[in-house]
């Protein structure tokens, strides 16, 4: 029985890259030997083990030959007799087939450390057509290594399009496929995640919501990139740079998907892309089991972020009932995320990349003040239920109004000059 480090933690530590988990591969052993060395099997498809102290996973050396369609379409062989160089190769990329043995010698038979030196994903054999999977989980870590200089190497691309081209990706349960999209949303550049699955020819059977923006034009006075799968790639770029939370990009990712059913006639303009967005997002959730959270607030995004092209023309008490429709009071941890897709929406295009946006700061100021106004000076007033609630919002509506009066007549009154009139809600 040898044990054997392998897959991540090695990959990872060679990268300089801290805190990854570690997985180990047991060469000629068995599940009864394990169990008796007191391991605890938790693997349901393979015998995979808990360390008794350490709790780490211990995988028994397998071969895996295809049975079947799909992610579970393999037959595999746990033989003691197999070997480390047989388990190594049937794993996705080279830089993910290194072993570290309990001395610390590297084990590297298909090359992966020369391929971490390069910067290259390249896959281990031929054998990585026999996975759908693996298309999602290259363009994940294209997307997690893309700003150490990661590329996919082009012969395992043209694998990830044959793949794609199979009809195998249909097999992948919806679980699986959230859960490497969920690992994209975490990556330093997710919008590269996309961006693959879409040269790939993947992306219209994994997300055909967000592939369908594609060619989709924009007005080029506003939006040069012309493109609107561009400029949405451009605005999670973007919201990557400036916040972590993986909710609000995949808010970002989806904020546009109305423009790709808005009549052909109109082009390039899109009059209600925002209300048009909420049934395609609807379906892509639902599809993909995408949990209420995620759901809940790209709703807000879908629909609302256009609003704050007109932020004032409806006045103080229009800025009181955007706060309302998005829930504000209730849920004002929503408000700083909502307000950065706008602003992401914004800059996420051709040459309006370093533009301000006072907007964002002059929302989140106007947001605290109607913070301070609260029941309890209403009650002691003698109010009682909907008078409470208009007494609020009629307070609200003062402390805006005075607010916007401290503004530059250049925020209020030169907007509609600069901003894309034709994407908007009232277009």
């Excluded at 072993?99 to 450390?113: E, F, N, V």
């Excluded at 972020?305 to 004002?332: C, K, T």
């Excluded at 929406?345 to 913070?371: H, V």
Aim: hydrophobic letters at 40%.
């Amino acid at each position: 029985m040898q044990v054997y480090l392998v897959g991540g933690a090695v990959r990872d530590h060679l990268l300089g890259i801290a805190d990854a988990d570690r997985d180990y591969v047991v060469v000629g052993s068995t599940p009864e030997e394990m169990l008796s060395l007191g391991y605890q099997q938790v693997g349901h498809d393979f015998p995979v083990f808990l360390h008794p102290q350490s709790k780490e996973e211990y995988a028994l050396a397998r071969t895996e030959r295809k049975s079947g369609h799909g992610y579970h379409g393999f037959i595999c062989d746990f033989s003691p007799d197999t070997t480390l160089e047989e388990d190594l190769e049937r794993r996705d990329l080279t830089i993910n087939a290194i072993a570290q043995d309990d001395k610390g010698k590297l084990i590297d038979p298909y090359h992966g450390i020369d391929d971490l030196h390069e910067r290259i994903l390249r896959h281990v054999s031929p054998a990585f057509v026999e996975d759908p999977l693996r298309v999602l989980r290259v363009a994940r870590f294209a997307a997690r290594f893309n700003h150490l200089g990661f590329k996919v190497a082009p012969e395992t691309l043209d694998l990830m399009k044959e793949i794609s081209a199979s009809g195998e990706l249909e097999t992948l349960t919806p679980e699986r496929v959230w859960t490497e999209m969920q690992k994209a949303l975490c990556t330093p550049n997710p919008e590269i995640f996309i961006e693959i699955l879409h040269y790939v020819g993947a992306l219209k059977v994994i997300l055909p919501e967000v592939e369908a923006l594609s060619g989709v034009p924009g007005p080029a006075r506003w939006h040069p990139e012309i493109d609107t799968l561009v400029h949405t790639m451009m605005t999670v770029h973007r919201l990557a740079q400036e916040s972590h939370d993986p909710v609000a990009r995949f808010a970002m990712l989806c904020h546009d998907l109305g423009k790709a059913l808005t009549p052909k006639e109109n082009w390039p303009h899109h009059k209600n892309h925002h209300a048009l967005g909420l049934k395609p997002l609807e379906n892509l959730c639902k599809r993909l089991k995408v949990p209420n959270e995620y759901y809940d607030f790209a709703r807000l995004v879908v629909f609302y972020h256009s609003f704050v092209h007109h932020l004032y023309q409806s006045g103080a008490e229009g800025i009181v009932m955007l706060f309302n429709h998005l829930d504000a009071w209730r849920r004002p941890e929503r408000i700083k995320p909502w307000i950065l897709c706008c602003k992401c929406d914004f800059l996420g295009r051709k040459g309006f990349e370093n533009r301000p946006f006072p907007r964002a700061e002059y929302f989140m100021e106007m947001f605290a003040i109607c913070r301070t106004v609260t029941a309890q000076e209403f009650v002691q007033q003698g109010l009682k239920g909907i008078e409470i609630r208009d007494a609020m919002q009629k307070r609200r509506v003062e402390l805006i109004e005075t607010f916007m009066r401290t503004l530059p007549r250049t925020e209020i009154d030169d907007w509609a000059n600069s901003q894309p009139a034709a994407d908007s809600v009232r277009d």
